[in-house]
């Protein structure tokens, strides 16, 4: 057995399936692409979002960060690799699989049942009034509800639908209590639900459908 195929989202593949649900069969996932301070990189590029969301720079400071950015981009265009081999998404060591796309989450525990996780939205996720924006909540939902689908089945879903109520204002900074489970399981639809809580305070609840793809299904 490989250190991946350990794993419950590890999606089998076949002599005539080799991309199972239109997706590679063997996801790769590691803990050691992209070296071991790959989840450094990623917080500093974090920490250098939330920093854009609230900085004001004089416009020789934006010069300077411009220069600055263009030879880091310059450094990363020599590594550029396919969406199947990149660690960002892949790295299950890694908040949110170290995928810099979504809000930092930690899966505390997972299985067929469900995700519970704690995230903790950033600077970078503000919306407005010092609270997160509602659309990167919905985010942390899609995700996270499609794992749960994802560990129910052992295979890719796609969201079809994906409703969240916003029941109270959701704080930066703070870790906060994320769940999802599959409500109900019906052929290839995946009823998730999800809840989002500070404390005890309800913050959001999901309401999702994910229908599981079929072989070679993009
Ligand atoms: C991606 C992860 C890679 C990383 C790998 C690393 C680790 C893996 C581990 C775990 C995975 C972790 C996390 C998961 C990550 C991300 C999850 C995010 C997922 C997304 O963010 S994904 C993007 C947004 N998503 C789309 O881009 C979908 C666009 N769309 C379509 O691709 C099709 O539309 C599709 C496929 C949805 C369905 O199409 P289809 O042809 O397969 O199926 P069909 O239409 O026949 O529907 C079958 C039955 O569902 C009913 N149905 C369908 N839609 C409905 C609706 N809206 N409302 C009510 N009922 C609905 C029908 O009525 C029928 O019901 P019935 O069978 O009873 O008649």
């Known amino acids: 057995m490989t250190e991946t195929s350990k794993h419950e989202w590890d999606i089998p593949a076949t002599d005539d399936s080799p991309h199972e649900g239109g997706f590679r069969a063997d996801l790769q996932i590691t803990t050691d692409r992209g070296g071991p301070r790959y989840g450094e990189m990623i917080e500093q590029v974090r ?17 300077e960060v411009i220069e600055d950015l263009r030879k880091l981009n310059a450094k990363l265009d020599t590594m550029l690799v396919d969406e199947w081999t990149t660690p960002s998404g892949t790295r299950i060591d890694l908040p949110s699989r170290g995928n810099i796309t979504l809000p930092p989450y930690e899966v505390k525990d997972g ?30 939902f899609d995700d996270l509800g499609g794992m749960a689908a994802a560990l129910r089945t052992g295979g890719v879903a796609r969201t079809a639908y994906l409703t969240v109520n916003y029941r109270s204002l959701t704080p ?43 072989p070679g299904q993009p």
Do not use: Q
Not at 47 to 61: D, H, I
Not at 182 to 207: E, M, P, S, W, Y
């Open 47 to 63: 920490s250098f979002m939330g920093k854009v969301r609230y900085a004001s720079p004089t416009p020789e400071l934006a010069d």
């Open 111 to 140: 299985g067929p049942d469900g995700v519970d996780a704690e995230v903790t939205f950033e600077d970078f996720h503000l919306g407005g009034n010092g609270v997160a924006h509602g659309g990167h909540v919905a985010v942390a």
């Open 172 to 214: 930066l900074n703070t870790p906060l209590v994320l769940k999802t489970w599959v409500d109900r399981h019906d052929g290839r639809k995946l009823f998730v639900k999800g809840t989002l809580h500070d404390g005890d305070r309800l913050c959001a609840d999901l309401d999702s459908l994910f229908i599981e793809l079929k």
